[in-house]
């Protein structure tokens, strides 16, 4: 089981006109939103991702303005192929990768297993992920779950780190998967 001391989330790239083209792209910006707000209630460190944000655009504005600090510009699919990323990776401490965002066949899958490769615990949570097609997003889900990178949903994950009805953030928590 992820633990708060243990896990860490990842934001792929759910920026500029793809977050809103891709596959249920409204349910997906909303999940990644929440992870977002109860990760920072719980203290969990958040990672963030932007593909070429210089010609891609930004994170969406519901996810962005939950956000603390600056993203990680990448130009590599994988975020396990940039410094900027490996750097913050070691700083967080953390061993379990909570990992969400677009494309699941392309960024999500590439950074999910070489964190998988590098000895980490990887879950990927498939409300939070999407692809421009639902094929595309079925296949990279696919060749996750092969790897033993297991699935998740966005309240699976936060009752998993909460544990207890009775911890501290409990209704923070609850107030977001409502």
């Known amino acids: 089981m992820f ?4 896990a860490c989330l990842v934001v792929i790239d759910v920026q500029g006109k793809l977050a809103t083209i891709v596959d249920n792209s ?6 990644v939103s929440k992870l977002v707000q109860a990760m920072q ?13 210089g010609r891609l655009g930004g994170t969406a504005l519901d996810i962005a303005q939950h956000m603390q600090g600056q993203p990680i510009a990448k130009m590599a699919f994988s975020a396990c192929r940039e410094q900027a990323f490996i750097d913050a990776l070691k700083a967080s401490g953390r061993t379990k990768f909570i990992v969400t965002g677009i494309e699941t ?18 879950e990927v949570v498939v409300d939070a992920v999407s692809s421009r097609t639902k094929l595309n997003k079925e296949i990279g889900l696919a060749k996750m779950q092969a790897l033993e990178i297991l ?7 936060l009752y998993e780190l909460l544990q207890r009805a009775d911890h501290e953030h409990f209704k923070t928590v609850l107030q977001l998967v409502k």
Not at 3 to 6: G, L, R, Y
Not at 151 to 157: A, F, Y
């Open 41 to 53: 209630a719980l203290e969990v460190p958040v990672l963030w991702l932007e593909q070429n944000p």
């Open 151 to 157: 699935p998740t949903s966005t309240e699976m994950i």
């Open 26 to 31: 409204e349910e997906v910006v909303q999940n």
């Open 3 to 6: 633990t708060v001391d243990e």
């Open 105 to 122: 066949h392309i960024c999500v899958y590439q950074t999910a297993r070489q964190l998988k490769e590098q000895g980490f615990e990887v």
